[in-house]
């Protein structure tokens, strides 16, 4: 049930969170930002070591939480990458603080995601999105050229007034099934391979089916983001599990939709991991090191290279 804090102030911070479920504590600065008077969503930023590299924007999927990838943030910590992230209402620590998720849209996570990185962007500092699922479809509502006479030339969007130098998608939503899971229920079997993945708790939300009014609107504005104009050199790499492992999205669609993006960008990269499921940084260390590795070489500019892997992931020409 919807219980807000009673705060008085316009945000509060809760520093730090210590989290170990990847062998080694983690701390992240949390915070909870109010939206629309409807209560407060949780934020939290992860900083990194080392010389900064850049920030990333994540994006979760439905039923995610940040900390349920918290080996991939160390990684990128360690790769000198700041890590800003949410839970949307119903997940993770914003169930009890704001109101079910069934009361908002897409265009309002995306309005939270802007809100998170108000709060704890450094200026300046090369920021990208990196988006799992329907966090996909998130990104892709609040992504447009930046305005001005070269608007689809440039390399780089804007996310509500904030310069995004490129966008990471996993397995993303732009072609959810109707039915997602297990019969509609989102569970730990049906988003990885691992015996026992690094959840903090089950998935939750259970089922977008208890949130039929969000779950609408995904769907339409999933089908919004086929008909987007992104500017030409945007850079722009995509993650799909197997066509009949991932119980989430159609990713024989998700291919159809990169394509069909190529005719007017340039800078896109696809990458297929056939034997894996929906939830592809859960999935066993082979994949997953896959994808973090050709995620580092996108975020430093490189094309991803072709691997011959074990996992059988495999970058597809376009």
């Not at 998935?203 to 779950?215: E, Q, R, Y």
């Amino acid at each position: 049930m919807f219980s807000p804090f009673k705060l008085t102030t316009s945000s509060i911070i809760l520093a730090p969170l210590f989290l170990s479920n990847i062998g080694q504590a983690t701390s992240w600065e949390v915070g909870y930002q109010p939206y629309q008077n409807k209560g407060f969503f949780r934020t939290a930023s992860l900083e990194a070591e080392g010389p900064l590299q850049g920030q990333i924007l994540y994006l979760p999927g439905f039923a995610d939480r940040f900390e349920n990838h918290n080996y991939l943030w160390q990684r990128f910590r360690e790769a000198g990458y700041r890590v800003i992230t949410l839970d949307y209402p119903s997940h993770g620590d914003s169930v009890e603080t704001i109101e079910p998720l069934n009361q908002f849209k897409i265009s309002d996570l995306r309005n939270m995601a802007a809100l998170a990185l108000d709060a704890y962007k450094i200026d300046l500092l090369p920021t990208h999105i990196v988006a799992w699922s329907t966090g996909a479809v998130v990104a892709l509502n609040g992504l447009k050229p930046i305005k001005g006479d070269y608007e689809f030339s440039s390399a780089k969007a804007h996310f509500l007034g904030h310069e995004i130098s490129s966008l990471v998608q996993i397995a993303p939503a732009v072609a959810p099934k109707p039915l997602v899971g297990e019969l509609g229920v989102v569970t730990e079997q049906s988003l990885s391979s691992l015996d026992n993945p690094p959840y903090l708790g089950e998935p939750s939300p259970k089922s977008p089916l208890k949130h039929p009014l969000f779950a609408l609107d995904l769907i339409l504005q999933s089908g919004k983001t086929w008909l987007q104009k992104l500017p030409d050199s945007f850079p722009m790499l995509t993650f799909t599990a197997g066509k009949r492992l991932d119980k989430y999205v159609f990713t024989e669609k998700v291919h159809s939709w990169v394509k069909q993006k190529q005719k007017t960008m340039e800078n896109l990269s696809l990458m297929y991991c056939p034997k894996s499921k929906h939830d592809l940084t859960n999935e066993p260390d082979g994949v997953r090191e896959l994808i973090i590795s050709t995620t580092f070489q996108f975020l430093e500019g490189e094309s991803p290279k072709e691997t011959k892997h074990d996992s059988s992931c495999f970058l597809i020409t376009l």
